[in-house]
């Protein structure tokens, strides 16, 4: 339904006075679910880009560095990488809360919104559950 002129005035103003906030523009892009996500896959990536160059360097350098440089790194790459894993999952599950806690959307491709396929496995079985109910049928 569109909104009315009025409302359609109200809602210009408010948008205006919120963009002239700048204390209210950061307090939202700090709990922008994409924000959050992005600084985190930027994190994982770093943090895998030094595990690669520990890696790399201590073999290079070879001797005692080795010894516990190439460790180190390893596990900083697999730590990078458990991170991405771990925000791009995280941003697929993401929830939009109101201020006040009243209202929620998922956005995203979360559990909620993961809706048997038509002609799937999942919707077969329900509908073979569905027939076996409605006839009686135990077997």
């Known amino acids: 339904m569109p909104l009315s002129d009025h409302e359609q005035r109200l809602f210009e103003q408010i948008e205006q006075s919120l963009s002239e906030d700048p204390q209210f523009a950061s307090a939202v892009r700090a709990q922008d679910p994409a924000h959050v996500t992005r600084r985190r896959m930027i994190l994982a990536g770093i943090v895998t880009v030094i595990g690669i160059g520990a890696v790399i360097g201590t073999v290079i350098a070879g001797g005692d560095a ?4 190439a460790p180190v790194g390893a596990v900083l790459m697999f730590g990078g990488l458990i991170l991405g894993l771990w925000a791009q ?18 956005t995203g491709s979360g559990p909620s919104s993961k809706a048997p396929k038509p002609g799937g496995f999942t ?11 409605n006839n009686g049928d135990i077997f």
């Open 66 to 69: 080795a010894k516990w440089g």
């Open 89 to 106: 999952r995280r941003s697929s599950n993401v929830k939009l809360k109101a201020v006040d806690g009243k209202a929620t959307r998922t």
């Open 123 to 133: 919707s077969r079985m329900e509908e073979r559950w569905r027939r076996r109910r």
